[in-house]
């Protein structure tokens, strides 16, 4: 039985199986970021790059889920962009708002 389930796996690997495994695999590294960034800090934050994972994981996901014709997985990867983006967007913002507060 088992034979039987990883001869089926191998035989289902292909390139955009390769691709979603590998947004599987961005997206889920932004945890093990955002872990080492608070054990170094001490302190639970999430770092900038956490974003930027999540975003280059979620449109790796995403073309992924739009090859796949899947409207679930679309949808659900389309709501995580918007609000990976806009945390990018509200830190640049603040950054810069301090640093015209400097000048």
């Not at 930027?52 to 990867?77: C, N």
Request: charged share 20%; glycine share 6%; hydrophobic share 55%.
């Amino acid at each position: 039985m088992l034979a039987e389930f990883l001869d089926r796996v191998v035989d289902n690997l292909s390139f955009w199986a390769i691709v979603g495994f590998g947004g599987q695999a961005i997206f889920a590294s932004r945890f093990i970021v955002q872990w080492i960034h608070a054990e170094r800090v001490r302190r639970s934050e999430i770092p900038l790059a956490f974003w930027y994972i999540s975003l280059f994981g979620g449109v790796t996901l995403l073309v992924y889920a739009v090859h796949r014709a899947d409207l679930v997985f679309i949808i659900g990867q389309v709501s995580g962009l918007v609000v990976y983006v806009r945390n990018l967007h509200l830190i640049y913002r603040e950054r810069r708002r301090l640093a015209a507060e400097i000048t």
